[in-house]
């Protein structure tokens, strides 16, 4: 069976079209640069800096600084923490508090981590507290007395020894 011509030149011309459209689709930039969001916009990878407190699964680095944010905190001393915590599957998730010397503004930033709720989540809270042999690890640090409602409440946990000790 013999194919007419004008259908020959209507296939190829599909397939070059579709070709062209995946090329343009995929783009140019490196994988892992930007991450899509839910919303459709890209973020910027994360660059870690050496003020950040970083939580690899309980595994604290940078707990000095914690511990100085902590008293800042229990001494009305205006002052404000970057804690990143990566989840198990490496993406890092960047909690930002600011304490104005009278209330924690707190911002929890998901939108890198792939299995996660990708948004922002803002609030003001008045106090953290400390949780000793609670569910989730040995030592807690959550936000308390907020403005409003969030499963994650946590800033820092860890297995081992009270840093109020």
């Known amino acids: 069976m013999e194919f007419p011509k004008g259908m020959i030149w209507l296939v190829r011309k599909s397939i070059m079209a579709g070709l062209f459209l995946l090329f343009c ?20 990878a ?10 690899t699964h309980g595994n604290i680095e940078n707990m ?9 905190v229990r001494d009305d001393v205006e002052d404000r923490i970057r804690i990143v915590t990566y989840t198990e599957e490496g993406d890092p ?6 304490y104005d010397g009278d209330v924690l503004h707190s911002v929890r930033d998901s939108r890198r981590d792939t299995f996660g709720r990708g948004e922002i989540v803002e609030m003001s809270c008045e106090n953290i507290k400390y949780i000793q042999n609670g ?14 409602k969030d499963p994650d409440d946590s800033v820092l946990w860890f297995e081992g020894t009270d840093l109020n000790s």
């Open 135 to 148: 569910k989730v690890a040995d030592n807690m640090y959550k936000l308390a007395d907020c403005d409003r």
């Open 25 to 44: 689709v995929g783009g140019c930039e490196e994988p892992g640069d930007q991450v899509e969001t839910e919303a459709g916009k890209q973020v910027g």
């Open 93 to 98: 998730i960047l909690h930002d508090i600011e």
């Open 64 to 72: 000095e600084r914690f511990v100085e944010f902590f008293k800042n």
């Open 46 to 55: 994360y660059e870690p800096v050496e003020t950040d407190v970083v939580n």
